[in-house]
């Protein structure tokens, strides 16, 4: 198989994974008379949905679905992952997005990660962050390793947190 080939398979299991998982969750979304618009997309090698509002009252309403802090948007994309995979068979990584919220958070946990990166680089020492689910301990790996630092997640759900080390304990 040439890589055009292995890339092009892999762009068609993402976008059945996308249309699989679009279907779920409009289903969801009826079953509870919920609002919104789903956006299907291939981001860093994942299927990615995003319930966006499609009119004016709507961003309420998912805020439902986000939950405080995330968690219900995390048991619905755990939900959603499952839905695909029983349809297709594969496991699926595919990334949720609701109202705008990973989006949001994405930003934050940049903010929070590059500060911890000028803290290790300003005194040599590590810098431990606050526990925090897997994918926002991801965008916080992404952030330091594009900062030329090394980081590593330590202890156990739900306490597992990010931290930083100085490059010569690298």
Avoid: W
Avoid at 51 to 62: F, K, M, N, P, Q
Avoid at 132 to 138: A, I, L, S, V
Avoid at 141 to 154: F, I, K, P
């Amino acid at each position: 198989m040439t890589d055009t080939t292995a890339a092009s398979t892999t762009v068609k299991r993402l976008e059945e994974e996308g249309e699989v998982g679009a279907d779920y969750l409009e289903e969801l979304l009826d079953i509870a008379d919920l609002g919104g618009d789903i956006d299907i997309d291939i981001d860093h090698g994942r299927a990615s949905i995003a319930i966006v509002a499609s009119e004016e009252g709507d961003e309420r309403e998912l805020a439902d679905l986000v939950g405080e802090d995330g968690e219900v948007l995390e048991a619905v994309q755990e939900l959603t992952r499952l839905a695909v995979q029983a349809r297709t068979g594969n496991r699926s990584r595919l990334m949720l997005d609701i109202n705008g919220y990973r989006a949001a958070r994405r930003q934050e946990l940049t903010a929070v990660a590059q500060e911890a990166v000028r803290q290790v680089q300003a005194t040599g020492e590590t810098v431990a962050l606050e526990p925090m689910n897997p994918f926002e301990r991801k965008v916080c790996h992404d952030v330091v390793a594009a900062a030329g630092l090394v980081s590593e997640s330590e202890g156990a759900e739900p306490h597992r947190r990010v931290v930083v080390l100085p490059a010569d304990e690298a």
